[in-house]
């Protein structure tokens, strides 16, 4: 089956500071990745998400690439403010008769004032 | 709206207990899926609905017991369970089970067993 693989598991920047996670996955069948967000006492919130035909999206001030050859994909978050501190989750979902989504371990990012 | 409402958000039960924990969604989706999470890990799938039909079962105990009265609905019974099924349990929806929909979280039961 799939594996992700997610690092760093915790990651704590400045304010106004980028931040960038990277996700590698080992199926080359797998063609959507989407990221989610979750802060404490909260379900996962899709933030972005990526599909295998492009190579960048942008919603501005977060960003996912994908290297499909390399079998990575990242997170991009620019200008980072308080209210972005959560853990945030990587997934892939191969193809199959339903969205089975393989989640990375996960990324704390702290970002302090 | 893009809500998917879960009851209880805290549920303490004994191991000879008997509870259900509810999932409601009203975005006309046709799938629904239930995960568990542990403390600092990522959400494991447990079951996939799509149509009302259960189309993945994830190799979960029997003591975990899934039910869709209709299309709206999830529920997931709860018997006999142990302590380490203590988790965070978390319902998700998407328009349908196929690849490449985006699933839709509720906020989650916190379960201890004790």
């Known amino acids: 089956g799939e594996n992700v693989e997610q690092h760093p598991s915790t990651l704590s920047v400045q304010e106004g500071d980028s931040a960038v996670i990277k996700c590698t996955y080992s199926?080359?069948?797998?063609?959507?990745f989407p990221w989610y967000k979750q802060e404490l006492g909260k379900g996962p919130q899709l933030i972005i998400d990526i599909r295998s035909n492009v190579g960048e999206k942008k919603d501005q001030r977060i960003a996912v690439t994908l290297n499909k050859t390399a079998k990575h994909f990242s997170l991009h978050i620019t200008e980072t403010q308080p209210e972005d501190s959560a853990v945030y989750f990587c997934?892939?979902?191969?193809?199959?008769?339903?969205?089975?989504?393989?989640f990375g371990t996960g990324t704390r990012l702290q970002v302090t004032l | 709206d893009t809500e998917v409402t879960q009851t209880p958000k805290h549920l303490v039960m004994g191991m000879t207990n008997k509870k259900s924990l509810k999932c409601e969604q009203h975005?006309?989706?046709?799938?629904m899926y239930w995960y568990k999470q542990k403390a600092k890990k990522p959400p494991e799938l447990m079951f996939v609905?799509?149509?009302?039909?259960?189309?993945i079962n994830e190799s979960v105990p029997s003591r975990f017991s899934p039910e869709c009265p209709n299309s709206s609905l999830l529920n997931l019974h709860l018997h006999a369970l142990q302590p380490e099924d203590s988790a965070l349990y978390l319902c998700?929806?998407?328009?349908?089970?196929?690849?490449?929909?985006?699933?839709?979280f509720g906020a989650g039961t916190r379960l201890s067993v004790l």
């Open positions: 975005m006309g989706h046709r799938a």
């Open positions: 998700a929806s998407s328009p349908t089970a196929g690849v490449k929909n985006i699933q839709y």
């Open positions: 609905y799509s149509y009302e039909k259960l189309s």
């Open positions: 199926d080359s069948a797998s063609n959507y």
């Open positions: 997934a892939a979902s191969p193809t199959g008769t339903a969205s089975k989504l393989t």
